[in-house]
């Protein structure tokens, strides 16, 4: 079954430095992974994703992922945190190979907060 | 291009009451997905239409919850009697098909059932 975890409800930083918020996997088959941003009152947007290739993605706003197969996981990193990346991130997994194909499993989701 | 919309944003119904759901996909898209967060925990799948057809409707809770997309364009989520459960945040995407693709999200509209 698929699945993903957050392990941190919320993560706080000081504006500057660098971020990091985690998010672990579990899929039957090759997974394809996503980072995705809520502001507040508004949709999820889109940051980044993992096919296959480079372990390291690269997205918008500076953001980027590191694909670690390993220990099935893919963190979300910035190195220099700004106080409008305070909001509330998703990591999620498709199973390309699996049941639900089509369909996104999402994490609990992570609030960060990043404080001037 | 104009964005996943859906309608309303807010929605304050009594239990028992029926609501109805709007979500206008980006032009073109042929998939699109309903999916729903109850407060504090993942965002869940609900279902996937490709056009006008159901592909995948395994998420839908139970039989109070009644989609449709009419014609391949926009598509509908009845809640028919509401429950206090059914409360959260209900989010549509809609995509182009194809194996990598990314999915694009509306704002969500907020359901409250009291």
């Known amino acids: 079954a698929q699945s993903v975890a957050q392990p941190e409800d919320q993560v706080n930083v000081a504006e500057g430095n660098p971020l990091t918020v985690k998010c672990t996997y579990s899929?039957?088959?090759?997974?394809?992974l996503f980072w995705y941003v809520q502001y507040p009152n508004r949709g999820l947007q889109f940051l980044l994703k993992?096919?296959?290739?480079?372990?390291l993605v690269k997205g918008s706003y500076g953001f980027e992922a590191e694909f670690n197969k390993s220990q099935t996981s893919f963190h979300l990193k910035k190195p220099s945190a700004l106080v409008s990346d305070s909001a509330l991130y998703f990591c999620a997994v498709r199973d390309i190979d699996g049941t639900g194909a089509n369909n996104l499993f999402f994490g609990t989701g992570t609030r960060l907060t990043v404080i001037p | 291009e104009a964005g996943v919309t859906q309608f309303p944003s807010h929605s304050v119904i009594e239990k028992g009451q029926t609501v109805t759901l709007r979500c206008d996909p980006i032009?073109?898209?042929?998939?699109l997905y309903w999916y729903r967060r109850v407060m504090g925990k993942e965002i869940k799948f609900l279902l996937h239409?490709?056009?006008?057809?159901?592909?995948?409707e395994s998420g839908m809770p139970n039989n109070r919850f009644l989609a449709e997309r009419t014609g391949g364009t926009y598509s509908t989520l009845k809640v028919q009697p509401a429950e206090l459960e059914d409360s959260g945040v209900y989010f549509c995407a809609s995509s182009h098909t194809g194996r990598y693709i990314e999915q694009f999200f509306g704002p969500g509209t907020r359901l409250t059932v009291l």
């Open positions: 032009s073109g898209h042929d998939n």
């Open positions: 899929v039957s088959g090759n997974p394809y």
């Open positions: 239409f490709v056009k006008e057809s159901k592909q995948d």
């Open positions: 993992y096919i296959t290739g480079d372990n």
